[in-house]
């Protein structure tokens, strides 16, 4: 069975208040969603393509699907959760996670 989902590019301030209320750093953010991270000019960390997503004057965007994994790995996604198969078992009580 197959569904359609509307997953639209958030704006970076809609990205941003995500990463926010996860409270995450851009940087752990980043890195949650497998985006490259460098050394930053005072030390530390940085994302420069996370910022770059979060930026009001820069055209890039997150993709859609993208953003709906964030939301799901952060526990934000407004319909649907994650939940694991092993979970899943143990709730149906069978066992055994579904394939």
Excluded: C
């Amino acid at each position: 069975m197959t569904q359609t989902f509307l997953m639209p590019d958030p704006t970076g301030e809609e990205l941003k208040a995500a990463r926010t209320r996860a409270g995450l750093s851009q940087v752990e953010a980043a890195l949650l969603m497998g985006y490259p991270v460098q050394p930053g000019s005072r030390g530390g960390q940085q994302s420069r393509t996370w910022q770059a997503l979060e930026s009001a004057s820069d055209p890039r965007n997150m993709p859609g699907p993208i953003f709906a994994m964030f939301l799901l790995l952060t526990n934000q996604h407004p319909v649907f959760t994650l939940v694991s198969k092993a979970a899943m078992a143990a709730e149906d009580g069978t066992g055994t996670p579904p394939v």
